[in-house]
C-alpha cells in the first residue's frame, strides 16, 4: 500500500457498474512508476445519483474522473464547460477539476483511433463500417471513423428511433461520410453483412459474458475485421467466435489504455511511458 497524506490527488471513475474495471488499475501503476503522488479509485454511482456525485468533485477537491456506462451522454450537461471534442461527440469519458472548474473531455475517440490503428492495422479511410450500438461509445467511434474518411457508417441499435437520431447528427457534422441508420436486428442486418470492411461492436454486450444472439456472423467477408469494444480476461464472446472462423479480431483493452493515455495527461500535463498502461492490463488479466 503506498503512502498517502494531505498531498495526494485523488482521481477515480464514476460508472454503474464499476467492479469490473480495470482503469484503477493501469492509473495507479502509472502514478507509481512515475512517483506522482496520487491515488485513483473506482466510485460506483448509480443513475439517479449522478447530479450529486459531479457536485462532489468540488465539494471534495477530486482532481478528475473518468466517466463510463451509462453516465457518458447526461454528464455532458452538469460540468461548466465542455472540450472541442466532447462537444462534438455529445459525451464526455474524462473530467478535469481546475479549481472547482470542471471541464468535461472525450478521449475515448482518438483512444479507439489508436487502437484500431495499432492493435488491427485497419486503416478506415474509403472503407464501410457497421457499428453495434447508438450510445455514447457509438458517438466517439462514428466520429474518428469520419475523421478518418470511412467511406459509409451504418449505426444500428435495438431503438430505431435513436439510431436515426445519431445518424442524422453524424450527417450534418461530416459530409465526406455516407452515414446510414439500422434495426440491431439478425434479419435486417444478414443481406448487409458482406458488404462490411469493420464490425465493431459498441454496446454493453458481452461485459457480463453474454453473446449477440440469432446474427450469423459467417456472412462478413474474411477480408473483414472485427472490433468489440468491451473486454475481458479471455477476450468476449464476439471476438472468440469471430477469431475462430478466421477474422482478425480484438477487444477494447488496447482502447482503454490509450484513452487512459489521454486522460492522464489531461489530469497531470505528463504522458505515461509508452506501453506501461496496456501492459499492466494485460498482465493482471491475461498473465501477459
Request: aromatic share 6%; with cysteine.
Amino acid at each position: 500500500m503506498r503512502d498517502i497524506d494531505g498531498h495526494t490527488r485523488i482521481y477515480g471513475l464514476f460508472g454503474f457498474p464499476v467492479e469490473h474495471s480495470l482503469s484503477p488499475a493501469m492509473h495507479n501503476e502509472a502514478f507509481e512508476k512515475m512517483g506522482i503522488n496520487a491515488l485513483y479509485l473506482p466510485f460506483r454511482v448509480a443513475p439517479e445519483r449522478l447530479e450529486e456525485a459531479v457536485s462532489s468533485l468540488r465539494a471534495l477537491a477530486i482532481a478528475g474522473v473518468n466517466v463510463t456506462i451509462p453516465h457518458k451522454e447526461r454528464v455532458c450537461v452538469l460540468v461548466d464547460d465542455l472540450a472541442a471534442e466532447a462537444r462534438l461527440i455529445g459525451a464526455v469519458n474524462t473530467i478535469v477539476n481546475r479549481q472547482e472548474k470542471l471541464t468535461g473531455h472525450n478521449t475515448d475517440c482518438s483512444g479507439f483511433m489508436a487502437s484500431l490503428t495499432g492493435d488491427l492495422g485497419f486503416d478506415p479511410r474509403g472503407k464501410r463500417i457497421l457499428v453495434l450500438g447508438a450510445g455514447g461509445a457509438c458517438r466517439a467511434v462514428a466520429t474518428g471513423l469520419c475523421l478518418g474518411r470511412a467511406a459509409w457508417i451504418g449505426i444500428a441499435d435495438g431503438d430505431m428511433a435513436k439510431a436515426r437520431r445519431l445518424a442524422r447528427f453524424f450527417s450534418g457534422q461530416f459530409e465526406g461520410t455516407q452515414i446510414a441508420s439500422l434495426l440491431c436486428d439478425p434479419q435486417a442486418l444478414a443481406a448487409l453483412l458482406p458488404t462490411i470492411d469493420l464490425l465493431v461492436n459498441a454496446t454493453p454486450v458481452g461485459m457480463r459474458g453474454e453473446s449477440f444472439v440469432g446474427h450469423d456472423w459467417r456472412l462478413l467477408p474474411l477480408s473483414a475485421a472485427v472490433y468489440d469494444l468491451v473486454y475481458s480476461p479471455h477476450s468476449t464472446p464476439l471476438v472468440r467466435t469471430l477469431r475462430a472462423m478466421g477474422y482478425r479480431a480484438v477487444d477494447g483493452l488496447g482502447m482503454l489504455a490509450a484513452q487512459g493515455e489521454e486522460a492522464f495527461n489531461l489530469w497531470t500535463g505528463k504522458r505515461p511511458p509508452p506501453g506501461l498502461m496496456k501492459m499492466r492490463l494485460e498482465k493482471l488479466i491475461r498473465g501477459g
